[in-house]
């Protein structure tokens, strides 16, 4: 089951270690110390929150604003917890919680696509060596990330930053495809940023416009009752 568990992880490390590298850079030149950045991406372990920190971080955010604000953006991990906790009945307490510490979109998606492994007797050691595999990935990514920020020059590690605008639009594009209205929940969030931004500090007007852009998406995404 570990063997099963690494080679579906497989494609998760390797999607995992240009991301975590770029991150490592970028977290670099944002003014974090080596042991800072690879840290929090032992203990966050959260791609798009770990960026969007160290951008805060870069802007001069405060520690409270930095914790709201990927707060609200990983507020989906509570909903991936319940559906994998559901998955996983037969097995015990002392296997769901760490276990689900190394939840991610895409290991909650490939776990999805294995849920006959959580009825097997060592089934726990399956999902244990999925999630550590892009685990061990990512922290590693990070850290040579955060070595390669040292050495090469300042220009090019500048001009990777465009790597956290790319993420978030590769996040955002085909949600939007799917639905228009969630473009607009981002146009939205956008427009109250650049406001907020005015008049208050950029941590305090990145946290507002996640979160009313995220109040927004209530009313928007509303689904509509079918007329009798």
Not at 23 to 28: N, S
Request: aromatic share 10%; charged share 15%; glycine share 12%.
């Amino acid at each position: 089951m570990i063997k099963r568990g690494i080679t579906v992880g497989f494609p998760i490390m390797l999607g995992y270690l240009p991301i975590a590298i770029t991150y490592g850079v970028l977290a670099k030149q944002a003014g974090m110390t080596l042991t800072e950045l690879t840290l929090m991406s032992v203990f966050v372990f959260a791609g798009a929150s770990q960026f969007m920190g160290a951008n805060m971080i870069a802007v001069g955010a405060g520690a409270v604003e930095i914790i709201i604000a990927t707060f609200v953006l990983n507020f989906r991990h509570f909903v991936m917890s319940l559906s994998f906790m559901n998955r996983l009945r037969g097995i015990g307490m002392n296997w769901k919680f760490p276990l689900s510490m190394g939840l991610t979109d895409e290991t909650f998606a490939v776990s999805a696509l294995h849920t006959k492994e959580a009825k097997m007797k060592k089934g726990p050691l399956f999902y244990t060596a999925l999630f550590l595999t892009a685990y061990i990935a990512w922290v590693g990514g990070s850290l040579l990330g955060g070595i390669l920020g040292e050495v090469i020059p300042e220009k090019l590690s500048q001009s990777m930053g465009i790597a956290l605008y790319a993420m978030f639009i590769g996040l955002l594009v085909p949600s939007v495809k799917k639905e228009m209205r969630v473009g607009m929940i981002a146009i939205i969030a956008m427009l109250i940023n650049f406001i907020c931004v005015q008049f208050m500090s950029t941590g305090w007007a990145i946290v507002i416009g996640t979160v009313l852009g995220g109040l927004s998406g209530v009313f928007l995404l509303k689904e509509e009752e079918d007329p009798e």
